[in-house]
């Protein structure tokens, strides 16, 4: 299987934000598990919160800004590239949530860029049996990657300074 390609586009000023070694690996950990997937390309970009809410409202129709938006790619017929699509994670939310739900940022970060990908694959959670496979499949490659279940809320003491929990609702 090849590496993911990523093009990491930082659009802030900010501390704590993934490195290019994180991004591949998270994303390749996803990949990993589709062994068919030829797309291996993609956008990960950080972004402060007018940008997110902007494209939360034009794209969601939710005026406020998320920790992260995902735009698959679609090809036209009969074209085969290998791009995903894109990722924009609002570093504000994610770092607001990271401290709220006690968790590491770099672990919040891990859950948000897998889970991101697993939508740029076409995952989704909109009905309860497919957020339970999707949280499910979240869940293992965090596990693999050492990270505690995202899902489980984690005390005031056994978190560090910089940490994170995600909601089920809009990871």
């Not at 591949?24 to 919160?49: I, K, P, Q, Y």
């Not at 919040?108 to 309860?128: K, N, R």
């Not at 497919?130 to 490659?141: D, G, I, P, V």
Request: aromatic share 4%.
């Amino acid at each position: 299987m090849r590496p993911p390609l990523i093009d990491r586009q930082v659009a802030l000023g900010a501390e704590g934000l993934p490195s290019q070694g994180e991004l591949e690996a998270w994303v390749h950990a996803v990949l990993a598990h589709h062994a068919a997937e030829s797309r291996h390309e993609l956008t990960v970009r950080f972004v402060d919160t007018a940008e997110s809410q902007a494209l939360n409202r034009d794209y969601r129709g939710r005026d406020r800004p998320t920790n992260v938006l995902s735009f698959p790619f679609e090809a036209p017929p009969g074209i085969a590239l290998p791009l995903l699509g894109d990722l924009v994670i609002c570093h504000p939310v994610v770092a607001r949530e990271a401290v709220e739900q006690r968790k590491p940022l770099v672990e919040h970060y891990a859950h948000l860029v897998i889970h991101g990908t697993l939508h740029l694959l076409g995952y989704d959670h909109i009905d309860e049996a497919e957020a339970e496979a999707m949280e499910r499949l979240e869940r293992e490659l965090l596990a693999e990657l050492a990270i505690p279940d995202p899902y489980v809320p984690r005390s005031a003491t056994s978190a560090s300074s910089a940490d994170s929990d995600n909601e089920r609702t809009d990871p």
